[in-house]
């Protein structure tokens, strides 16, 4: 269940544009960047392009395309 938050109109205005490009929702594209934001406080040594990287490849493994690395495997 969704909960209402009020954001800035100038954040909504950015969101509404890349939700076109990337075909989410504009609650789905401020989402992903909370989440994105979110990684990123967790993890200041890592750059963004690594983040979203990891992003990618965990839906890949999801839909079937490749395979988890299981560390300690394979040494």
Do not use: C, H
């Not at 954040?11 to 076109?20: P, V």
């Not at 392009?49 to 299981?70: H, M, N």
């Amino acid at each position: 269940m969704g909960t209402a938050v009020k954001v800035s109109n100038d954040l909504f205005e950015k969101a509404k544009i890349k939700s076109k490009v990337f075909k989410r929702s504009i609650a789905g594209q401020i989402e992903y960047w909370a989440k994105i934001g979110q990684m990123i406080e967790e993890n200041p040594d890592l750059p963004l392009p690594f983040i979203q990287d990891i992003l990618v490849g965990r839906e890949q493994i999801k839909v079937g395309q490749g395979t988890p690395y299981v560390f300690g495997e394979g040494e």
